[in-house]
């Protein structure tokens, strides 16, 4: 489904986020990607999709994936329609309904018939019956922003689903809706989130750090189970190491 060789990334201003980063996800996973803040979370996404372009390696997608970003403000410019990537579509089925059955109308709604009646069945999914794909994203609050570009999930009906945050501008009946669709859903997703109810609905988890990314083979609460274990060890030997220590200068002394 996805699988990333070596990548690197370099901001704009030439400074380094991350090298070296392999990465394999298989068709249905549902994969938690967790981490510091500013560890490259967020910029990894958007290599998935696509948005990015890596300055190093190679990104294989087999499908199309559809990413919904963390920061909705860029498409405020935009109608709903825009926003969700269907307004061509839908231009060309209301031409063809009005007798306007070109061959270039044709070819851009691809037999695509049930994209009007996919988006109201989205739209009532997510609680917004009123909301119209005409209307402007700007008139929109910060939820129903989210619960638009959720619903294209529906809506695209794509294989590869990328999601950066997506319970954080929603209420907690949005929420329940967002894991209900979580625990449903045969896709293949890969979410960045700090919300732990949703990480915990995932079942793998991997922490990306500037070493590079780790999976632990299970969800939020057995990650947690063995950081706990891991630091334990950790510990274990610090104290083992001192103990050492203690005993060689305590031999030193004895030589001396």
């Not at 370099?10 to 400074?15: A, R, V």
């Not at 920061?71 to 031409?95: M, N």
């Not at 049930?114 to 069945?121: F, G, I, N, P």
Request: hydrophobic share 35%; with cysteine.
């Amino acid at each position: 489904m996805i699988s990333l060789q070596q990548i690197s990334y370099i901001h704009p201003n030439k400074d380094l986020l991350f090298e070296n980063i392999s990465l394999t996800i298989n068709s249905q996973e549902k994969i938690a990607l967790i981490g510091n803040n500013g560890v490259g979370k967020s910029t990894l996404l958007r290599l998935i999709a696509g948005e990015l372009a890596p300055a190093a390696g190679s990104i294989h997608r087999d499908t199309r994936p559809f990413y919904v970003p963390q920061i909705t403000g860029q498409y405020d410019d935009l109608t709903i329609a825009e926003a969700l990537g269907i307004d061509k579509k839908l231009d060309a089925f209301y031409a063809i309904l009005e007798g306007d059955a070109t061959e270039e109308n044709f070819n851009i709604l691809q037999d695509d018939w049930t994209l009007e009646e996919r988006c109201q069945e989205a739209f009532r999914y997510w609680n917004l019956p009123e909301i119209h794909l005409t209307g402007k994203m700007s008139d929109l609050s910060g939820g129903q922003k989210a619960k638009v570009l959720l619903a294209g999930i529906q809506i695209h009906g794509c294989e590869l689903i990328l999601l950066d945050e997506p319970s954080n501008h929603l209420d907690m009946d949005s929420k329940k809706l967002l894991y209900q669709w979580l625990q449903a859903s045969k896709q293949t997703v890969v979410i960045v989130s700090h919300d732990r109810t949703l990480l915990k609905l995932l079942e793998d988890t991997l922490e990306m750090t500037p070493r590079g990314i780790k999976r632990y083979g299970g969800n939020y609460a057995f990650y947690e189970s063995q950081k706990e274990i891991e630091r334990n060890a950790l510990e274990q030997d610090i104290h083992y190491q001192e103990k050492a220590i203690k005993t060689a200068k305590e031999k030193e002394r004895e030589t001396i």
